[in-house]
């Protein structure tokens, strides 16, 4: 049987459920944003890319709370950072 492309990119469900756990957790010790903006924080942001390593995925220590805004403009410079 084949999967919808939605489905073989999608994480297993017990994964997903872990990250959202995670994020709130995150969320609502980190209701501003780490940027120093001092506005809401609504994303939360790997401070370094986890490339699908779960150790680095959940790791409390690489999170990071952000505005849209601010995770736009993060993301934005990491996209043109020569990579190390």
Same mark, same amino acid.
């Given at each position: 049987?084949?999967?919808?492309?939605?489905?073989?990119? +999608? #994480?297993?469900?017990?994964?997903?459920?872990?990250?959202?756990?995670?994020? !709130?957790?995150?969320?609502?010790?980190? /209701?501003?944003?780490?940027?120093?903006c001092?506005?809401?924080?609504?994303?939360v942001?790997?401070? +370094? #890319?986890?490339?699908?390593?779960?150790?680095?995925?959940?790791?409390?220590? !690489?999170?990071?709370?952000?505005?849209? /805004?601010?995770?736009?403009?993060?993301?934005?410079?990491?996209?043109?950072?020569?990579?190390?």
């Amino acid at each position: 049987m084949l999967l919808a492309a939605a489905q073989m990119t +999608q #994480p297993p469900r017990t994964s997903r459920r872990r990250w959202l756990r995670l994020r !709130n957790a995150y969320l609502a010790r980190n /209701p501003l944003c780490e940027c120093g903006c001092g506005q809401p924080s609504v994303i939360v942001d790997h401070r +370094q #890319p986890h490339n699908g390593d779960e150790a680095l995925m959940y790791d409390w220590d !690489n999170l990071q709370a952000l505005t849209k /805004p601010c995770f736009d403009s993060k993301a934005a410079a990491d996209a043109v950072a020569p990579v190390a």
